[in-house]
T-cell receptor, first 113, second 110 residues
Framework: AAGVIQSPRHLIKEKRETATLKCYPI?????VYWYQQGPGQDPQFLIS???????DKGSIPDRFSAQQFSDYHSELNMSSLELGDSALYFC????????????FGPGTRLTVL | QKEVEQNSGPLSVPEGAIASLNCTYS??????FFWYRQYSGKSPELIMF????GDKEDGRFTAQLNKASQYVSLLIRDSQPSDSATYLC??????????FGKGTKLSVKP
């Protein structure tokens, strides 16, 4: 079965640079969620989109922005990167049912030097 | 503050034993609960979800939900070394995002 695709899988950036993470949800899933997981931490919700509209916002810094495109893929844009942004970034998709079952992609490991 | 509390462990059980993982939550309005398994450096993998009071079984896994006591648990029967991972409890908020517990690290010893 098709899964969530994320790219790139690994990314190394310098402080103050920008980064763009991409997420391709499972086919026919119309809801996308972004999570950040620091070392030894649980995943923290950043932002979500339903039918290309932002549906909820969590602890996402103002330096980050995201959008969902017409083909339902989503991009997380991160600017003015800081050392503390180093983490695993997961995208999850859901069929948009009220039961919120979310399926996670493999993640992007971002390292900020 | 809506919270999910988990014992971080580590929880160590011998191979073949039953592993019991527990989670409590603070929001009485919570409707849906999820158990994810996460191997180190990998993404969370959905194991079970439960919405109704009682037990839900899937193979070696049983999820139990008690809304009156605000706890949800996961039982793993016939534990295998490959079950060694961090187990994350999560509840689904009204807007769809998941609120995770800190996770319980399970170690199954051969």
């Amino acid at each position: 079965a098709a899964g969530v695709i994320q790219s790139p899988r690994h990314l190394i950036k310098e402080k103050r640079e920008t980064a763009t993470l991409k997420c391709y949800p499972i086919p026919r899933h119309d809801t996308v969620y972004w999570y950040q997981q620091g070392p030894g931490q649980d995943p923290q919700f950043l932002i979500s989109f339903y039918e290309k509209m932002q549906s909820d916002k969590g602890s996402i810094p103002d330096r980050f922005s995201a959008q969902q495109f017409s083909d339902y893929h989503s991009e997380l844009n991160m600017s003015s990167l800081e050392l503390g942004d180093s983490a695993l970034y997961f995208c999850a998709s859901s069929p948009g049912s009220s039961y919120n079952e979310q399926f996670f992609g493999p993640g992007t490991r971002l390292t900020v030097l | 503050q809506k919270e999910v509390e988990q014992n971080s462990g580590p929880l160590s059980v011998p191979e073949g034993a039953i592993a019991s993982l527990n989670c409590t939550y603070s929001d009485r309005g919570s409707q849906s609960f999820f158990w994810y398994r996460q191997y180190s450096g990998k993404s969370p993998e959905l194991i079970m979800f439960i919405y109704s009071n009682g037990d839900k079984e899937d193979g070696r896994f049983t999820a139990q939900l008690n809304k009156a006591s605000q706890y949800v648990s996961l039982l793993i029967r016939d534990s295998q070394p490959s079950d060694s991972a961090t187990y994350l409890c999560a509840w689904g908020g009204s807007q769809g995002n998941l609120i995770f517990g800190k996770g319980t690290k399970l170690s199954v010893k051969p």
